[in-house]
């Protein structure tokens, strides 16, 4: 059975700062990666999406890096601005069931202090 | 703007009462998606539906029964909940189910006294 997990829960740093967040998932055999972001009483937005044959995706600020030996993804965010904070969600396609069965994590809670 | 509304936004309920979650998608899409949210756990999938037809239920207690009469609205009936079923019920949709991102809803706070 798939687990992701995502450390740290909560991460507070200074406005303009670069920072990390990371995902490390059990089983190698996924379909694909995403990131998404959580506003406080708002769904889910996707941010990044990266195929299991690929590498990294990047978005504006935002870069998504995938390991699938080590099963380890990670979201860098350049020059954090304070709506950037937010939760943000890390989930995993399962192999053969596409985007239909994502396994999610629990999320690191992003606080950007200005 | 997602494209995916949900109501209500906020629901308290008792345990004998039966009410009703609605989603709606404005943008297209063919699978539409349950969720639920509990504090401190991962999102967990409930349901799949592609075309309008039932495509997983991931092992939910039949006290949440889903309903999906065209490939623009869902519905989650609830009866006879328990107070851990109080959650953030998120509905999501996407073009395809298999290749295509999903866009999700604001998500239904329920509170089950």
């Known amino acids: 059975k798939q687990e992701v997990t995502q450390i740290p829960a909560a991460l507070s740093v200074p406005e303009g700062e670069n920072l990390v967040l990371n995902c490390s998932f059990t089983d190698s055999a996924i379909y694909n990666l995403q990131w998404f972001r959580q506003d406080p009483g708002k769904g889910l937005t996707s941010l990044l999406l990266?195929?299991?044959?690929?590498r990294e995706q990047t978005s504006g600020r935002l870069n998504a890096s995938l390991d699938k030996s080590s099963g380890r993804s990670t979201l860098y965010i350049a020059a954090s601005q304070p709506g950037d904070s937010a939760t943000y969600l890390c989930?995993?396609?399962?192999?053969?069931?596409?985007?239909?069965?994502?396994?999610f994590g629990t999320g690191t809670r992003l606080t950007i202090i200005p | 703007e997602t494209g995916v509304t949900q109501t209500p936004r906020h629901l308290v309920m008792g345990m004998t009462n039966k009410k009703s979650l609605k989603c709606e998608q404005h943008l297209g899409h063919n699978a539409m998606y349950w969720y639920k949210q509990s504090a401190k756990k991962p999102l967990e999938l409930m349901f799949v539906y592609n075309f309008k037809e039932q495509t997983e239920n991931n092992s939910v207690p039949s006290r949440f029964s889903p309903e999906c009469p065209n490939s623009s609205h869902l519905f989650l009936h609830l009866h006879t909940l328990q107070p851990e079923d109080s959650a953030l019920y998120l509905c999501?949709?996407?073009?395809?189910?298999?290749?295509?991102?999903?866009?999700f809803g604001p998500g239904t706070r329920l509170l089950v006294l």
């Open positions: 989930a995993v396609g399962r192999a053969n069931f596409g985007n239909e069965k994502l396994t």
């Open positions: 990266i195929q299991s044959s690929q």
């Open positions: 999501a949709s996407s073009l395809d189910r298999n290749r295509e991102t999903q866009y």
